[in-house]
């Protein structure tokens, strides 16, 4: 039996949305069972701010194949990474509010607004996911949040 088009397009939205949920049931899980809330190292910090820029610049690859072929299994994988760059948001976010508020007010202002780009509910369709542009700003506003994490926790 052949499955239609858009039965092909549920089965992938589950999917999709499955493996966001899963991450970030794994992060909470992992969190809340933390014995302790001490201070994350800069290290995990820089860490989680590349895996978020190696996900856009993979993110930006993806959706510029996919415009220009017009493919749009490359899409689905888009949102997949979408995904992923908002669980990493989320885990950012997370592991600085263990940071003295002071610190983390600058980043915190910038990581929220990357987190609104980010949130797969504001998606409704392939067409609201974000383009080019917005993709190469959060690229500029992820080193830019790098480079102040760098200099206001590697003391």
């Known amino acids: 039996m052949t499955e239609s088009l858009s039965e092909k397009s549920l089965w992938n939205a589950a999917r999709i949305l499955t493996l966001g949920v899963v991450d970030r049931l794994q992060y909470n899980r992992n969190r809340y069972n933390a014995v302790t809330s001490e201070k ?10 590349d895996r978020i820029l190696i996900n856009l610049h993979s993110y930006q690859n993806m959706y510029h194949h996919a415009t220009s072929t017009e493919d749009t299994a490359f899409l689905t ?3 997949v990474l979408i995904h992923k760059i908002d669980n990493d948001l989320y885990q950012l976010h ?29 998606i409704s369709h ?25 200099r206001s926790f590697s003391k």
């Open 40 to 49: 994350v190292p800069t290290e995990k910090l820089l860490e989680t701010i």
């Open 77 to 79: 994988g888009s949102i």
């Open 94 to 122: 997370h592991l600085l509010l263990e940071e003295d508020a002071d610190q983390i007010l600058p980043i915190i202002q910038l990581l929220d607004s990357e987190r609104g780009k980010w949130n797969p509910e504001h």
């Open 126 to 150: 392939f067409m609201a996911i974000p383009d080019l542009v917005e993709s190469s700003q959060s690229i500029q506003t992820m080193f830019e949040i790098r480079a102040i994490t760098d």
